[in-house]
């Protein structure tokens, strides 16, 4: 797995935790949105179909897990 900086991966959080209607039931949801929205720069369409860094999803899905209660 890729070594992203502590700072990343804190902004993406707050950024997932600040999404319109964030539930803490979706989770891989919202950290894929969020790592969409930083290598696209743009939130996911309905159907969009564009790579993510897998690498960078699961960090931050491993990060958000152990920091949320």
Do not use: T
Request: hydrophobic letters at 35%; one cysteine or more.
């Amino acid at each position: 797995m890729a070594d992203y900086s502590e700072s990343l991966i804190k902004s993406l959080i707050k950024k997932v935790k600040e999404y319109p209607r964030f539930s803490k039931k979706e989770i891989e949801k919202f950290c894929w949105m969020a790592v969409h929205e930083h290598k696209h720069g743009v939130l996911p369409s309905e159907y969009d179909i564009r790579e993510i860094d897998e690498d960078l999803y699961l960090e931050l899905l491993q990060e958000f897990k152990s920091n949320i209660k």
